[in-house]
């Protein structure tokens, strides 16, 4: 059994109309000046950056606000939060949205805080922020689970380079307002692609070839299961509370740690893969992430088939005999039924996207920082392995 640490200290609001309690907080803090942070109109149109502007306004809160945000967060937003923040002298930043404008005010947030900087320095891992403007977050979006950890990616458009920052815990929210309400309105394709990013979060840290502890095992199958079962039920039932509410709950136990405790920090392939996906193609993460995990998995299964066949078996309740690999297998197909079942893609074909040798060869270079680096534990992943695997993801599947 490994050794790990477990640290959590966003405080959670949970529940039907909690937002309304953002100006009290924000006040009970002693904060001055708020930088709401959103991303397209969809929170004007519904009446929700009123909301908290009306709960501020009551509260005697100070604020400006920046909206822009969109999909796979760009740099040029981050640099204009940031000189906003020097200008209005902001000392908190409210992220109104899902995990892309979470990653994008954690990202201004260390800008501002680090002027000694650039802030892309601290995606590109050279640099290690030492503070961080404080952050709290209304969450629209039940997905990246940006809500309770460390991380936050972001895209630079000169290059359509897409990294993660080097991971503190400064950047940490200091609350979370989760509302299931809130996710009511959002497309089907957004809510269930939402459901395979929260999947992935527990996958990665499920799928490590080591020893790992029983109990954090049966957490993530329990998460893992929940999300399914839920995910079915919104394909016909948008409204359904509890549904949301469940989906909403996993999302943030999915990525606040406590997945990985004992399993070394997990995997993390097919986030890298991905990464380059969503960088060049601007897809959608969570649909990137099903459109590529299954050609992960197949890739890599007899590394530790056995591993794969207690999914199989605990998630997908596929008996298993004595054959390991035709379990894991079985395993492998059921998840690929289910993001079929949700109108989640398999394939990079379902994405839309049929790329040539030449654009499936630039991906490998980039996500192995042009041949530097290999990524994954399950089984570490060279350039040649990664364009593999792209290859795989991109060849027209029989269920396609």
Known sequence: MRNFEYYTPTR????????????????????????????SGSIVRSGLLKEITDSLDTAGVSYVTLGGV?????????????????EEQVDFILAAGGGSVIDSSKAIGYGAANPWTDVWNFF??????TDCLPIGVILTIAASGSEMSS????????GWLKRGCVKTDLCRPKFAILNPRLTYTLPQYQTESGCVDILMHTMERYFVNLETMEVTDSISESLMQTVIYNARILMNEPGNYNAR???????SLSHNGLTGCGTGGGDWACHQLEHELGGQYDVTH???LSALWGSWARYVYKENPERFAQFATNVFHIPCGLDFEKTALQGIQAMEDFFRSIQMPTSLHQLGLDLTDSQIHDLAFRCSFEDTRTIGVFMQLNMKDMEKIYHMANADHTND
């Open 151 to 158: 991380s936050a990616v972001i895209t630079n458009e000169d």
């Open 245 to 251: 509410a469940e989906i909403m709950w996993a999302g």
């Open 286 to 288: 969570g649909a990137g």
């Open 70 to 86: 969109v999909p796979n967060p760009r740099l040029s937003k981050v640099y204009e939060g940031i000189r906003l923040c020097r």
């Open 12 to 39: 959670i609001i949970f529940g039907k109309d909690t937002h309304y309690q953002i100006g009290d907080l924000l006040k009970q803090g002693n904060y001055k000046k708020v930088l709401i942070h959103y991303g």
């Open 124 to 129: 590109l891992k050279k640099k290690t922020p």
